[in-house]
């Protein structure tokens, strides 16, 4: 189980339901699969949409960067950090800083009217931490390739135990060696 949790994918999704029309225009931050792919939703949305990477090239899958930077109504700002927002009854604008700590630092502002974080993952497992074992981010920690906890009987399966792949299927196959594993546990007879 897991919530396949941007930091602050909950806000991404309260903003989506702003008062979105075709002439808003918006800034995702992030350069992995998730930032490109809010992106290419919210151009179905905005007039505008800005990609702020940090890095000199996105992280995304190769054919998630195709579509982003050949998407006519995205634009994606490379070496360039979001520092901070500003206006007077929500937001307005963002401030960015470009190849930051260089000699060419270039700061400046860009009007937005909507601001989206696509950055790192954190598995919603907080519940569970009382009962099994997770490393520093969150992960369950499973024995091996299996989907046992320490715990007998008690298994993780999905993303919350997967900090690499974390893909639908690979979700359902730790899913699917979850239920296998149910053969060796004797349940109580109802
Ligand atoms: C933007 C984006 C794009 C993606 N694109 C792809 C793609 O193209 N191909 C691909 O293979 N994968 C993709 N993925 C990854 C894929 O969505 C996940 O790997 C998959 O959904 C993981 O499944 P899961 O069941 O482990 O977790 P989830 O799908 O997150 O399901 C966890 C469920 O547990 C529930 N839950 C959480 N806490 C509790 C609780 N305490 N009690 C009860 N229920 C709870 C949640 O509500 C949720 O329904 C994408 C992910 C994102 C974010």
Known sequence: MMKRN???WALVHVLLVMDFSIEKVVAVVGGGDTACEEAIYLAGLAKKVY???RKSYLRASKIMQDRVLTHPKIEVLFETNAVG???ENGVEGV???KRKGESDEEN???PIDGFFLAIGHKPNSDI???YVETDETGYIITEGNSPRTRV???FAAGDVADPHYRQAITAAGSGCKAAIELKDISLPKV
């Open 6 to 8: 941007m930091q602050v």
């Open 51 to 53: 990609i702020v990477v």
């Open 85 to 87: 927002l500003f206006g």
């Open 95 to 97: 401030n960015l800083v």
């Open 108 to 110: 400046y502002s860009l």
């Open 128 to 130: 569970f931490k009382p």
């Open 152 to 154: 007998p009987g008690v």
